[in-house]
Nanobody, 115 residues
Framework: QVQLVESGGGLVQAGGSLRLSCAAS????????MGWYRQAPGKQREVVAV???????VYADSVKGRFTISRDNAKNTVHLQMNSLKPEDTAVYYC?????????WGQGTQVTVSS
């Protein structure tokens, strides 16, 4: 059974940093893209950053220059380094993994940025 376990969320002041991590396990294989999405209260889930198996990354305009996504293919992990956080970054952050068998989502981790 595929599992995605996220960690690293929390409460931080504006301007601070957090690092999110997501580890995939349970027979997952042939991972293509790995990414982070977020959903703020009353809003739709949106993409934050996605990285391909080859390391090519794309970012939402709102986080460019502040967030960095990285992955470790040997460990099936993906990370999101978030710097210069803003109150509008407050949301539940979800990890998503795309494989040949379909997409898998993590349970979400709360990030709260106080002003």
């Amino acid at each position: 059974q595929v599992q995605l376990v996220e960690s690293g969320g929390g409460l931080v002041q504006a301007g601070g940093s957090l690092r999110l991590s997501c580890a995939a396990s349970g027979g997952i294989f042939s991972i293509n893209a790995m990414g982070w999405y977020r959903q703020a209260p009353g809003k739709q889930r949106e993409v934050v950053a996605v990285v391909s198996s080859g390391g090519y990354a794309v970012y939402a305009d709102s986080v460019k220059g502040r967030f960095t996504i990285s992955r470790d293919n040997a460990k099936n992990t993906v990370h999101l380094q978030m710097n210069s956080l803003k109150p509008e970054d407050t949301a539940v952050y979800y990890c998503k993994v795309t494989t040949l068998r379909g997409d898998y989502w993590g349970q979400g981790t709360q990030v709260t940025v106080s002003s």
